[in-house]
């Protein structure tokens, strides 16, 4: 593909906050219960989406591989649980807490991580995610330890007085997620997708030249941190919400190794490329697990697979295919 | 607190800390030489436990059937990581630290799954070998036969292990290939054939641990998991790539450990962790380190 200045593609410019591509993702995302053997897994499916492509704003458009994801996932899912439970509010009021509370850990975590490059960074967020995760599971008190916090109530969805949304059934539910998630995906494709998202790819592509030509690379680094934070907190929020309850499990490295995975088979040079991988990696978990319980295997595999031949991921597999079809302009990817 | 309580718990940590240097050992010379992490470490760690299993069954239970089980597992483990070096982390050397990192923790999951399609989820355990059950008693102690064997035989390995990189020709290469491996290539040494053999020889380490905490521990699916990071605590903390310094580091980390236990056993991982977050931020190159 031949390269164009950035004036000529345009990618310099701001993204338009609605267009032709939001309404396709819309759509298709909304297909997902109806194609799906149980609605519930379509929720589950979405909520990972977010995390994953929160996750992959640091390690797809910045450069920095975290292994702490699961610890900003698990903050929101204990703010938001533990908000509604002993508060009783609103469930917007509660994912607006597990936004805040991802964005402070973010804030916190990434403050310190930023500090370190390469080997030391992953290693860095790694250890803020067992910190994390040890705390969570020894402070019984607050957390419900390894039984998980137990009995989160989702209260319906009041817009105002006498006008109430249930979000209870498992297709409502699905809706309710799915606004959350088209919304996010807008405002991450706003950032990403800006002078300010440009300065990121800089980043990731080399930092000393980003540097020399006079950004302030740490600045927006911690940034790049805090919104990726702010819409995994979300997703851990939503999580809470789904399952009733928060297990353990939210907060565990298992998590942040769950979007790496998704992320790295989806895409990582895209936006919607985790999307992409959610879906076959939760279709996966769910569907084969019951055919093949060993179909980790296959997924370690395939993994492997992408690592070594298609480091752009099945998004980039499907990009392809569609230049060949129609050959006029490929979709956008993110780089 | 008991003074005798305390020095139990030291040679307990010592003990920990001794299997931890095992893996460690073999994690900072493959980072040293290769340049890579290996995310993998924990999950061969778990293999080679299995493996030792397997042999240790499969020659039947007649008395020296551990030993044998000991010696040949770390092989095994060595020739499949070898296998993993040519195969896969080679095509890696150019790419970023961070694809390096994936494709190991690929690995990894390719390892738990094949164990547990192999021998199950439930873990395996095997009894003492013999001539190993009973204690050492010294003054008013008493210390486990097995742990006391643990500390010398880790101790005798990593003299070998030092004799072996600083004082042959080989160790010669495996020093100047961790200072400047390119150089080492342009002197006429093939460099990759050093990479397979210190990748397979620090993988074979940590069969070898895995081997030698069946007894104690058994074997499960996952147990290289929670120990993999605190070997990376181990790692960074003694410096990356530096051999002495896993050794220290290794100490460090498991009287750590078994102190907090005896004193406020919750804040242990937590104190742990803590302290690998700090020397990273304040001494990055560690202990020991000098990179």
């Known amino acids: ?335 | 607190m008991d003074i005798g309580l305390i020095l139990m718990q030291l040679f307990n940590g010592v003990v920990v800390g001794a299997v931890y240097i095992l893996i460690a050992v073999g994690l900072t010379i493959v980072f040293g030489m290769l340049n890579v992490i290996n995310f993998a470490h924990g999950a061969v760690y778990a293999l080679g436990a299995y493996i030792a299993f397997t042999l240790a069954t499969l020659i039947g239970s007649w008395t020296g059937s551990f030993w044998l089980a000991v010696a040949l597992a770390p092989f095994v483990v060595a020739l499949l990581g070898a296998l993993v070096e040519v195969f896969l982390l080679r095509r890696m050397y150019d790419a970023a630290h961070e694809y390096q990192i994936l494709l190991t923790f690929g690995v990894t999951l390719v390892i738990q799954d094949l164990i547990i399609m192999i021998w199950g989820p439930i873990g395996k355990s095997l009894p003492m070998p013999p001539q190993l059950v009973g204690v050492v008693e010294l003054g008013d102690f008493t210390f486990p036969l097995y742990r006391v064997f643990l500390i010398g035989f880790v101790a005798l390995l990593c003299l070998a292990v030092w004799l072996l990189i600083e004082r042959t020709s080989y160790g010669a290469v495996i020093r100047a290939g961790t200072d400047n491996r390119d150089m080492v290539n342009c002197l006429g040494i093939d460099i990759y054939k050093t990479f397979t053999i210190v990748f397979s020889f620090g993988v074979g380490l940590a069969g070898l641990a895995g081997a030698l905490s069946l007894p104690e521990r058994g074997a499960q699916p996952f147990m290289g998991d929670t120990i993999l990071t605190l070997c990376f605590v181990v790692v960074v903390m003694g410096g990356l790539g530096s051999f002495v310094g896993a050794i220290l580091g290794g100490l460090i980390v498991g009287v750590v450990e078994s102190m907090m236990i005896l004193f406020w056993p919750p804040g242990t991982m937590i104190a742990i962790f803590t302290a690998m977050a700090l020397i990273i931020l304040i001494k990055p190159k560690g202990l020991l380190g000098f990179r």
């Open chain 1, 1 to 335: 593909m031949e390269r164009k200045g950035i004036l000529e593609t345009g990618l310099g410019r701001r993204a338009p906050l609605l267009d032709k591509e939001t309404w396709i993702l819309a759509g298709a995302v909304l297909l997902l219960p109806v194609v799906l053997p149980y609605k519930t897994l379509a929720a589950e499916i979405l909520i990972y989406a977010l995390g994953a492509v929160s996750f992959n704003i640091l390690l797809g458009f910045t450069g920095m591989l975290s292994f702490g994801h699961g610890a900003l996932f698990g903050v929101g899912a204990y703010t938001t649980g533990l908000l509604l439970k002993h508060l009783c509010w609103h469930p917007l009021a509660g994912l607006l807490g597990a936004a805040m509370g991802g964005m402070m850990t973010a804030l916190v975590m990434g403050l310190l991580s930023i500090q370190r490059i390469g080997l030391y960074f992953v290693m860095l967020t790694l250890a803020f995610n067992q910190l994390a995760f040890f705390g969570a599971y020894q402070w019984k008190q607050l957390t419900g330890g390894d039984d998980g916090l137990l009995n989160v109530p989702r209260p319906d969805l009041s817009i105002m007085p006498g006008l109430e949304l249930p979000i209870q059934s498992s297709l409502q539910f699905f809706l309710f997620v799915w606004v959350l998630f088209i919304v996010s995906m807008v405002l991450i494709r706003r950032v990403l997708r800006s002078p300010f998202g440009r300065v990121l790819v800089a980043i990731k592509e080399n930092p000393d030249r980003a540097k020399a030509v006079g950004y302030n690379i740490q600045r927006y680094k911690l940034i790049a941190f805090v919104i990726s934070g702010l819409f995994t907190g979300l997703a851990g929020g939503l999580y809470a919400l789904f399952m009733r309850m928060v297990p353990i499990t939210a907060i565990e490295l298992f998590t942040s190794t769950d979007f790496i995975l998704m992320s790295l088979i989806g895409g990582l040079g895209s936006l919607y490329g985790p999307i992409v991988g959610a879906v076959i990696v939760k279709i996966a978990s769910e569907v084969l697990s019951q055919i093949w319980p060993r179909w980790l295997l296959v997924l370690g595999l395939t993994f492997i697979v992408f690592v070594i031949f298609m480091r752009g991921g099945l998004w980039a597999f499907l990009t392809m295919i569609w230049g060949r079809v129609k050959p006029r302009r490929g979709l956008e990817v993110g780089r």
